[in-house]
């Protein structure tokens, strides 16, 4: 007759403790990594407005060869406000809000650059600041 066996097959797999252990060294990763990378994340929306503001200023340039002077404001690149032959838009498809979801300021005539300014207040929303604060022109 057959009996049944009283042996149990040894069922492998994960400890408490080691689950715990790598648990520790994943929140130590990513207390060390995770500043890093949120600090990059700053760089790259300044890089970001950056570029934005060098294509604006190239479809201002083109704007400006069509109808032989800056418009008054940006959204004269995207509609025909002048009622000219010579508007040959749109120049840009919309005009982009800068990477904190602020208008780019611009002027024309500029203050700083004789044609026009055109700007970004960064993160703090206000003229000036400093480091990740700091705005971006297009005359510096």
């Given amino acids: 007759m057959n009996q049944p066996s009283t042996k149990f097959k040894k069922i492998s797999g994960f400890t408490l403790i080691e689950l715990l252990i790598v648990m520790a060294i994943l929140a130590l990763l ?3 990594v995770g500043p890093k990378i949120f600090g990059q994340l700053a ?3 300044r ?3 950056s570029t ?3 294509n604006i200023e190239s479809s201002l340039d083109t704007y400006r060869l069509d109808m032989g002077k800056y418009p008054k404001e940006l959204s004269e690149l995207v ?3 002048t009622g000219k032959s010579s508007w040959n838009g749109p120049y840009i498809k919309k005009i982009p809000k800068d990477p904190w979801e602020n208008a780019y300021g611009y002027v024309s005539p500029g ?3 004789k044609d026009y300014d055109l700007y970004s ?3 703090d929303g206000q003229e000036g600041g400093e480091e990740d604060n ?3 022109t297009n005359w510096e």
Avoid: E, F, T, Y
Wanted: charged share 30%.
């Fill in 30 to 32: 990513a207390g060390l």
């Fill in 43 to 45: 760089g790259a929306k």
């Fill in 47 to 49: 890089d970001v407005a």
């Fill in 52 to 54: 934005q503001i060098r």
């Fill in 79 to 81: 509609s025909d406000s």
């Fill in 111 to 113: 203050k700083h650059n």
């Fill in 121 to 123: 207040m960064a993160s």
């Fill in 134 to 136: 700091k705005d971006i």
